[in-house]
């Protein structure tokens, strides 16, 4: 993995199956003094990591939404975002060559339960020519789904490209920040392992947020809240301003900083 910070930054992140992630504990006085508190619990998930990823906190990147040449849309929070790079394996057909980012948080959300989750919004960065059929990164919950008493494991995943608006933003286009709203309708979200077919909500029949909690009433997040992209085609981009609920998560070059809206 590529780190591309100054050496006098602390690390924040983790570095796990060829993947780091780097920032700093300590806050600057502005970002104190507009209500940011930095948060030292997010970094790569490297059980879910697959391959040699790159998961970098980082500044920009700055998007173009006009025809001058200058890119001047800045991330949503500040100037720094959480940039990802995946690649796709030699052969496209076999999802298995292909490799997996996950970036999260594994502390601070265990026991928050599924259906007092009412707002998941974040903006993506596609730093690609075109984004046509490109699985985009996804918002997901490793939960216990509380369904039986045989299964205490799932993940709750959000399928950006494959959401309509007003989940997703119409039209997608590369190169600039878009707000993605996953709990809203048009959402597409599936859950792996029996839990899928329990709840219908599978891969390849996902189903919208609203009813993925109507079919895990009783489900609690365990494990952890995190970002994922991969096992699928190749990714250059990146992700930013995750709000959950009334709090939202800027990922800047130096760390993950939160506030209340």
């Known amino acids: 993995m590529r780190v591309k910070r100054p050496l006098a930054l602390a690390m924040c992140g983790a570095v796990a199956a060829g993947v780091a992630a780097v920032g700093a504990t300590a806050a600057p006085a502005s970002a104190a003094e507009s209500g940011w508190v930095y948060s030292d619990k997010w970094g790569v998930i490297g059980r879910n990591t697959l391959g040699s990823p790159v998961a970098d906190l980082r500044f920009g990147p700055w998007g173009r939404t006009s025809a001058t040449s200058a890119a001047t849309q800045a991330p949503p929070y500040g100037r720094g975002s959480l940039g990802l790079e995946v690649a796709a394996g030699p052969d496209p057909t076999v999802v298995t060559n292909a490799e997996k980012v996950a970036y999260g948080n594994e502390t601070d959300f265990a026991g928050l339960r599924l259906r007092d989750i009412r707002t998941v919004r974040y903006s993506i960065f596609a730093g690609m ?4 059929g490109v699985a985009l990164p996804g918002i997901a919950f490793e939960v216990d789904p509380n369904l039986n008493d045989t299964v205490n494991y799932s993940t ?3 399928l ?3 959401s ?4 997703s933003p119409s039209p997608r286009l590369p190169n600039r920040w878009q707000e993605y709203d996953a709990a809203a309708d048009g959402s597409q979200w599936f859950a792996t392992g029996q839990t899928g077919a329990d709840s219908g909500c599978i891969l390849a029949d996902p189903c919208t947020f609203a009813e993925l909690k ?11 809240v995190q970002f994922q992209k991969g096992r699928d085609n190749a ?7 995750l709000r959950l609920n ?6 800047e ?7 209340k809206t």
Do not use: C, E, Q
């Open 129 to 132: 020519d075109s984004i046509d």
């Open 156 to 158: 709750l995943g959000y």
């Open 160 to 162: 950006p490209h494959l």
């Open 164 to 167: 309509t608006a007003p989940s």
């Open 214 to 224: 109507l079919a895990l009433p009783n489900a609690v997040v365990t494990y952890s």
């Open 235 to 241: 990714f250059v981009g990146a992700v930013d301003g």
């Open 246 to 251: 009334n709090t939202v998560y800027d990922f």
């Open 253 to 259: 070059y130096n760390g993950v900083r939160k506030r």
